[in-house]
């Protein structure tokens, strides 16, 4: 029989093309579900379940939380990234992580076949095709949803037909949570100028009283929460627990996506947008301008191009050894306060911040030069501005 490895949730999707790659194409089908941080154990078992009553011939559930972190979300903290300034890349970047995963196990049971639920409408079958066409280019990708246009109604009577009960009642809102936030589509977020009700979203405001933390950062990530050392995975999952609860990082991202047309989602992030706006205030005070200037560009195309699926290209690997090295001197807690829906960056303490004291306190004093020097300074500073104006001045005469 020929093999196939089924990327595989138990959504309705992929439930269709367990059954139809069985039934109707006679392959022996390998179903992966790659968790990266939105799972509970009993959504896991229950997903194992599904899937061998389904027939498949082997289940694998593939914990990438780590994994995730280690290769994507720390470059977005790094970076600071917030594509169109406002989404911290949750689904985007999780679908590639999960894309490389499962071309990894491909390659591990040596199968000739690689399937996915994916539409044509969205992101996500261009971000699966793209992990699959770079690192298992011999491997075909097999796409029954995409290929046959398939209609929900359409898969649920495949289905039924086939005796596989399937719950016909589609849920308002459809949910997609991970470790880097949890994504919210609903029929407001396929119009341009309705909010998301309270309802639709996955956690209830239940904290109302302010609470200050602390999170620690060395180098660039964060080892940290209130003076508790714990791994970067750690701060993330207990930042958000914390600060999701107050209604925290929910927002709806406009943006471009990689098929051409404008798209609309609605996102609940605290922690990711927490560590980033925390990290960035400890680079303004711990790096030099034109670090943060170089920053600011390259970390925008590094966000970009993860977006669009490219992880694999190696000039990624460059712009993280860059992201990287400017993180060497990013040391040192950020005081933050937490409020129903906001958040209050407090300020920083770190050995590395460039406001120490013993240099002068801006606007007030200064200890590193004299007022001559500044004039001097300011006089051939201004040399070339002012030359053209000499120029042109007499020019128009």
């Known amino acids: ?31 992966v579900l790659v968790n990266t941080g939105g799972f509970s154990e009993e959504e896991l078992a229950e997903t194992e379940k599904r899937a061998y009553a389904l027939g498949v011939k082997s289940h694998i559930t593939i914990d990438e939380t780590e994994n995730f972190y280690r290769d994507n979300i720390k470059y977005l903290i790094y970076g600071n990234i917030l594509k169109n300034g406002t989404y911290p890349l949750s689904v985007s970047a999780e679908r590639v992580c999960q894309a490389t995963a499962i071309a990894n196990y491909v390659k591990k049971i040596g199968a000739g076949y690689v399937a996915h639920g994916s539409t044509g409408a969205g992101n996500d079958q261009v971000r699966f095709d793209m992990v699959f066409n770079t690192l298992i280019p011999d491997v075909e990708i097999i796409t029954p ?4 246009t398939l209609s929900r109604e359409e ?11 399937y719950n016909a009642e589609k849920a308002v809102y459809s949910i997609n949570k991970g470790i880097w936030g949890t994504s919210v589509g609903g029929a407001e977020t396929l119009t341009s100028h309705q909010y998301l009700p309270e309802e639709a979203w996955p956690t209830p405001i ?41 209604g925290i990082g929910r927002d709806i991202h406009v943006g471009d996506t990689i098929i051409g047309i404008k798209g609309r989602v609605g996102f609940e992030a605290a922690a990711p947008i927490i560590l980033i706006k925390a990290h960035h205030l400890l680079e303004k005070h711990t790096l030099t301008k ?13 966000g970009n191009y993860l977006h669009e699926g490219q992880l694999h290209d190696p000039i990624m690997r460059d712009m993280e050894a860059f992201l990287s090295s400017t993180q060497a001197t990013v040391n040192g807690k950020v005081f933050v306060e937490l409020h129903p829906y906001r958040f209050v ?12 004291s013993r240099f002068g306190a801006y606007g007030e004093l200064n200890k590193a030069w004299s007022g001559d020097d500044v004039k001097g300074f300011s006089k051939i500073f201004a040399n070339q501005t002012n030359i053209w104006h000499k120029v042109n001045k007499s020019n128009e005469k």
């Not at 209130?226 to 930042?239: F, H, R, W, Y």
């Not at 960056?345 to 120490?356: F, H, K, R, V, W």
Request: charged share 25%; proline share 4%.
């Open 290 to 302: 034109w670090q943060l200037s170089w920053k600011d560009q390259l970390a925008s195309f590094y």
């Open 1 to 31: 029989m020929k093999k196939v490895v089924l990327a595989f949730s138990g959504g309705l999707d992929t439930t269709y093309c367990c059954l139809y790659l069985s039934r109707e194409l006679g392959m022996e089908i390998h179903s």
């Open 155 to 165: 898969e649920i009577s495949y289905l039924h037909k086939h005796g596989v009960e």
């Open 206 to 246: 239940t904290s109302t009283e302010p609470q200050k933390i602390n999170i620690e950062f060395k180098k660039g990530e964060p080892i940290a929460l209130n003076d508790k050392k714990m791994s970067p995975v750690e701060v993330i999952q207990q930042l958000q627990e914390i600060a999701q609860p107050y």
């Open 345 to 356: 960056i407090l300020g920083i303490e770190s050995p590395n911040d460039l406001m120490a």
């Open 145 to 148: 949803i995409r290929d046959q």
